[in-house]
């Protein structure tokens, strides 16, 4: 009697293939997401202090805010946010700024109910505790609710704004609280914050170019049960040019890996400290290219070390 093998399609691993060719296939498509129901929304990660599930891809809204004064930017953000949310991403990452470009902010967010679906992640960014407090409240009146996780930027006046915060968070008026850093030079100093404060997040520098979180902030952060928001996974747009005029490696094809943005992405990913990733982009086809990293087989330790070196010898 002749033997058949017969292969069990897992379900999972079914839609995510379906969702992953869906993915891939909108920047040359040239579509967005709306009208292409996602098979499988964005995988989540835990947040510690809660419980709550976060999508693993988050927005960083940057450069994306200051172009707000130009003609068509605000259609474009929105179509980015749009983009996000119908992938079953939440986390946008935004700071006040001056406050023509925090209202110019807030009437996108207000746009198609964005704002009820959004986890805001917002930033203290000046001196002094009235000023802290006069931010946060002009940041609110513009947004039109209070963010979900106010954070002090790169540790600024740390010490006077962090007992505003941890009031606001026992008032109800937050409901997380926490710090950022984006350079190597500050992991010290959030490393004593973290030990000292016990902050809901942090947000730090961290992607297979600027891999220096891995050996002391993201163990800490993963042992005091510290949900990770990670910045800068493409430096800024300086990996870019690092890797510009170079094909993937053929190892790194065979891993799943497409494009030079997921190989960062997954590197970053495979660290079971991180919470979510900010990406930060304009483009709807970028942001599509970065959520596929999402559902990419996590990279085991030898192929991250072959990932770093490999990145380490372009110099
Ligand atoms: N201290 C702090 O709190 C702090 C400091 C720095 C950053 N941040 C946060 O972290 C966010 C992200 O970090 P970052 O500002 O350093 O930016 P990043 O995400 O490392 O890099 C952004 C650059 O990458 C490009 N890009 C994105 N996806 C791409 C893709 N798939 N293919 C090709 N190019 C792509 C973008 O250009 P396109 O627009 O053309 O896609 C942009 O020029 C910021 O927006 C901000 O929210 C916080």
């Not at 209202?103 to 000046?126: M, S, Y």
């Not at 609710?145 to 505003?164: G, N």
Request: charged share 25%.
């Amino acid at each position: 009697m002749a033997h058949r093998t017969v292969v069990q399609q897992d379900p999972i691993s079914v839609a995510r293939r379906r969702c992953l060719v869906q993915l891939a296939a909108l920047p040359l498509l040239g579509a967005g997401f709306e009208g292409i129901a996602a098979t499988l929304p964005l995988p989540k990660r835990r947040v510690p202090v809660s419980g709550e599930q976060l999508p693993v891809i988050g927005l960083g809204s940057t450069k994306a805010v200051m172009q707000l004064g130009e003609p068509g930017a605000a259609d474009a953000l929105a179509a980015v946010l749009r983009a996000l949310r119908a992938a079953g991403g939440t986390v946008v990452d935004t700071w006040s700024r001056d406050p023509a470009l925090d209202i110019k902010t807030g009437e996108v967010f207000q746009r198609d109910g964005l704002l009820d679906d959004l986890f805001i992640a917002t930033k203290i960014d000046t001196d002094g505790r009235e000023a802290g407090i006069a931010q946060l409240e002009a940041n609110e009146r513009a947004f039109g609710r209070a963010s979900d996780l106010v954070q002090i930027f790169s540790l600024r006046d740390a010490d006077i704004h962090w007992p505003t915060l941890v009031a606001r968070k026992a008032e109800g008026k937050t409901r997380y609280i926490g710090v950022t850093v984006s350079s190597d030079s500050d992991h010290p100093a959030i490393m004593a914050f973290m030990r000292r404060e016990r902050p809901d997040f942090i947000q730090v520098n961290y992607s297979v170019v600027e891999t220096a979180a891995e050996s002391g902030v993201l163990p800490m952060a993963a042992d005091l049960g510290v949900a990770v928001i990670v910045n800068r996974p493409f430096t800024n747009g300086e990996y870019f040019q690092r890797v510009r005029d170079r094909a993937l490696p053929d190892w790194a094809s065979a891993a799943g890996i497409k494009s030079w943005a997921q190989f960062s992405l997954t590197y970053v990913l495979a660290n079971p400290a991180i919470t979510c990733v900010l990406t930060e982009t304009t483009n709807p086809a970028h942001l599509a290219d970065n959520l596929v990293a999402a559902f990419l087989p996590s990279p085991d330790d030898e192929l991250r070390r072959q990932m770093r070196d490999y990145i380490r010898q372009m110099g």
